[in-house]
Nanobody, 115 residues
Framework: QVQLAESGGGLVQPGGSLRLSCAAS????????MGWYRQTPGKQRELVAT???????KYADSVKGRFTISRDNAKNTVYLQMNSLKPEDTAIYYC?????????WGQGTQVTVSS
């Protein structure tokens, strides 16, 4: 089972960009479907974007055209490029790895969009 560590969060002004990274330890990273989720206080964790082992991608409607998920299997890393950020994108962003019955979560990274 992989262990995940997110990085790249921070404070950004509306309209700005951030790139989140999720580094995975362990073997067989390329077999895992990877995803980014986010959560705000009092709300359920929601899907932002996923990328399969064959690099097929899916996005939440709220981020389509603004966010891009990608993976680098040589570096055991998945990325989330976030452009045109809005205040409503403010949340803790979590990385997830899933394969068969296995699922791992990172500790999360805070993204705050505010002027």
């Amino acid at each position: 089972q992989v262990q995940l560590a997110e990085s790249g969060g921070g404070l950004v002004q509306p309209g700005g960009s951030l790139r989140l990274s999720c580094a995975a330890s362990g073997s067989m990273f390329s077999l895992y479907a990877m995803g980014w989720y986010r959560q705000t206080p009092g709300k359920q964790r929601e899907l932002v974007a996923t990328i399969s082992s064959s690099s097929n991608t899916k996005y939440a409607d709220s981020v389509k055209g603004r966010f891009t998920i990608s993976r680098d299997n040589a570096k055991n890393t998945v990325y989330l490029q976030m452009n045109s950020l809005k205040p409503e994108d403010t949340a803790i962003y979590y990385c997830n790895a899933a394969w068969s019955v296995l699922s791992s979560w990172g500790q999360g990274t805070q993204v705050t969009v505010s002027s």
